[in-house]
């Protein structure tokens, strides 16, 4: 099945900042139990955007979310410092977001992973920049596998990000990362295909039906998780819809559930 990485609780976002500035726990727990009603299997916890107070921030974050969380949580970070702290108090196993090709996040983010018991997500970013080509992005997440698979983060908890671009710089952003997506997953059967959809459609007007329509397609070429709102009702449809008419709902059960709860209608 589909897995939804709840991205909501972000210090980036002002309402989720004044709540953590204001220690305000009734927020916070209100939003993720409404992410993990709408369908999240993954709540993603981030507290990097209150400079100097990242630490402390996100210590309360999951003391607040810990008793009422249903599902893992996903730490993200760029600080293994923070990650350290923040992977001691989790009682679920989690998923570290994240890891990349670019050599200083590459050194400081594989000492903490190594002998770690969690899932990664590994971005197909380097220090060349953002992937031109679907071999690259096939290359770097070649390359990501083998140095994760070294330290002990098995193939079957690795989450490549693709890293989607805009399809309004260049037309054939759409069919390269799909086509990339179809390589990675060809190669490693095992390896889980992430990351976030809005990037495909910026620039663009309308731009939920393009990201909704994008997700289906990523889906049909091997994506089985991505980072998004689950309180966004119309792309968690068309995510359920999907998952069931390429075989992974059986017997419709989700879909079905989905339509009596009325969180799946025309």
Not at 128 to 155: C, Q
Not at 233 to 246: E, F, G, N, V, W
């Amino acid at each position: 099945m589909f897995e939804v990485i709840g991205e909501r609780i972000n210090t980036s976002r002002k309402l989720v900042q004044a709540a953590v500035a204001d220690r305000d726990a009734d927020y916070i727990i209100d939003d993720v139990k409404k992410q993990q009603d709408a369908g999240a299997t993954y709540i993603d916890v981030n507290a990097g955007a209150r400079i100097g107070h990242e630490e402390e921030d996100m210590k309360w974050l999951l003391d607040t979310i810990q008793p009422i969380a249903t599902v893992p949580l996903t730490l993200d970070s760029p600080d293994p410092a923070i990650l350290e702290m923040a992977f001691a108090m989790v009682e679920k196993t989690p998923m570290i977001n994240s890891i990349s090709l670019e050599k200083e996040r590459f050194d400081a983010m594989m000492p903490f992973l190594d002998g770690k018991d969690c899932k990664v997500i590994a971005l197909c970013m380097d220090d060349a920049g953002m992937p031109s080509s679907s071999d690259d992005i096939l290359g770097r997440a070649k390359t990501l596998v083998a140095e994760l698979n070294k330290i002990g983060i098995g193939t079957a908890n690795i989450y490549v990000d693709p890293l989607v671009q805009p399809i309004s710089t260049d037309s054939s952003k759409g069919v390269m990362v799909l086509d990339a997506v179809r390589a990675i997953k060809a190669e490693f059967p095992e390896v889980h295909i992430t990351g976030g959809l809005s990037n495909i459609s910026y620039g663009l007007p309308q731009r939920h039906i393009i990201n909704r329509t994008f997700v289906t397609l990523m889906m049909d070429a091997g994506m089985d998780s991505a980072i998004i709102d689950p309180l966004d009702s119309k792309i968690m449809a068309s995510i359920r819809t999907a998952d069931m008419l390429l075989g992974h709902d059986q017997f419709c059960m989700n879909y079905l559930k989905g339509t009596r709860d009325g969180s799946i209608v025309s």
